[in-house]
């Protein structure tokens, strides 16, 4: 399989719930991000993985818990969820922080009940 | 900071209509270019881009140029199709001057197309 995938592609969850979100890359890219669709608002950059290391964290509240195990997959994992949440999560990647090209998954859409 | 600004949607056109997406953009140094789109239940996917000045990016019968003396990177299409219905987003990178390729990105333009 090529690409990036994400898997759910769709989840609602409980404010009491605990579920991850899992994005898959087999392009060899040594980059990874997460990032927060929410209707008409610029897409919100939330965390950036370079070769396994967190580098960026956009101040994302820390019921947002990313997790890169190694360079080909990545989790967001959720505990505490507020309404607000709610939004498509985007996972790409790119050869690395240095590169331009981005390829995006299909987004899981969170919907927080 | 950076930023980029497009007009707002949704863009309703008919079939085999002409096409203007408006993006301008605010960046320190000499930034990268390009529009994304999201076509319904997808990712974002690069759509074109434009390094530098008067280059003109072009794919699938779309094309933008990059005008710095207005900052700008319009998206057009001379006869828009239906499957041509998508979220289009215009982005910079600028990592001259200590900046960063990671993308920013605008709010998103819908485009509607009607048979």
């Known amino acids: 399989e090529t690409g990036v995938t994400q898997t759910p592609r769709h989840l609602v969850m409980g404010m009491t719930n605990k579920k991850s979100l899992k994005c898959e890359q087999h392009l060899g890219h040594n980059a990874m991000y997460w990032y927060k669709q929410s209707a008409k608002k610029p897409l919100e950059l939330m965390f950036v993985y370079s070769l396994e290391e967190r580098v960026e964290n956009n101040s994302v509240p820390s019921r947002f818990s990313p997790e890169c195990p190694n360079s080909s997959h990545l989790f967001l994992h959720l505990h505490t969820l507020q309404p607000e949440d709610s939004a498509l999560y985007l996972c790409?990647?790119?050869?690395?922080?240095?590169?331009?090209?981005?390829?995006f998954g299909s987004g899981t859409r969170l919907t927080v009940v | 900071g950076d930023s980029v600004t497009q007009m707002e949607g949704p863009v309703t056109l008919s079939e085999e209509a002409f096409l203007t997406i408006n993006c301008t953009y605010t960046a320190t140094g000499y930034p990268s270019l390009f529009w994304y789109v999201q076509y319904p239940g997808e990712g974002l996917q690069l759509l074109l881009k434009a390094t530098k000045a008067d280059d003109k990016g072009s794919n699938k019968g779309f094309e933008a140029t990059y005008r710095k003396e207005t900052t700008s990177f319009h998206l057009e299409k001379g006869s828009v199709q239906v499957s041509d219905s998508a979220v289009y987003f215009c982005?910079?990178?600028?990592?001259?001057?200590?900046?960063?390729?990671?993308?920013?990105f605008g709010r998103g333009t819908s485009l509607i197309v009607h048979p």
């Open positions: 982005a910079l990178s600028d990592p001259g001057t200590g900046g960063s390729y990671i993308p920013t």
């Open positions: 790409a990647s790119s050869q690395s922080t240095d590169s331009y090209g981005y390829t």
